[in-house]
């Protein structure tokens, strides 16, 4: 059982391309979380999906989409990237069951935007 | 808005004992979380409180205050292995999880 994927490890970027992040469970979750890590801030919500066909914002969304065309893909795209999105970015799931819902995590996409 | 604050940087010698506190302001509460995260690692779960008291598993316990809004993570017995950053997390009422900076222990020999 593999859990969580991302896709790309790591990857440099010139400002102003377009980017997507991708992210697989096989663990049949229902919800599912894009965060940002950055030094001193902790994780950062982006964006999140309680079930496949919903998504919603998080804490900050901006400059950032997803979709969620079925229960195991939630890509993240950089639109347009800028040397702010340079970070670590997480992708987790969870049952989404409420509030005893433990979140697991992939093993992040490290972005850097020059 | 979520407030969650927690030490920077803790170090201890291995063998020994060291609680992490946690402190949190934050819209609605519906359970702490503690993950476990070493560098270059995802983050991984490692404990979930959400009544008053000592929650124990093996060398690490996790202690909740909803009246103080604080909590720690004790590690007993340290190990080499266990030097991370543990990340202190609060659930609200709308069921997103907020995270705190996160505190890096260095374990020493």
């Known amino acids: 059982i593999a859990g969580i994927t991302q896709a790309p490890t790591s990857q440099i970027l010139a400002a102003g391309r377009r980017m997507t992040l991708r992210c697989t469970q096989d663990m049949r979750h229902n919800a599912m979380y894009w965060y940002r890590q950055d030094l001193g801030l902790g994780l950062r919500l982006i964006h999140y999906s309680n079930t496949a066909g919903t998504t919603g914002k998080g804490e900050v969304p901006d400059g950032y989409s997803v979709s969620r065309a079925n229960t195991d893909d939630f890509p993240l795209t950089l639109a347009s990237a800028v040397p702010s999105q340079t970070s670590v970015y997480f992708c987790?799931?969870?049952?989404?069951?409420?509030?005893?819902?433990?979140?697991?995590f992939g093993p992040g996409t490290r972005l850097t935007v020059l | 808005g979520q407030n969650i604050d927690q030490p920077t940087e803790m170090t201890a010698t291995e063998g020994a004992i060291v609680q992490i506190n946690c402190t949190y302001q934050t819209s609605g509460f519906n359970g702490l979380f503690w993950y476990q995260q070493h560098a270059g690692e995802a983050p991984t779960f490692l404990s979930y409180n959400v009544l008053d008291g000592l929650e124990e598993k093996g060398r690490f316990s996790s202690f909740l205050s909803r009246s103080k809004g604080y909590s720690y993570l004790l590690l007993k017995e340290l190990q080499m292995k266990d030097s991370a950053s543990y990340l202190c997390a609060v659930i609200s009422n709308d069921y997103k999880l907020s995270f705190g900076a996160g505190t890096t222990v260095t374990v020493r020999a």
């Open positions: 987790a799931s969870s049952d989404g069951q409420g509030a005893t819902d433990t979140q697991y």
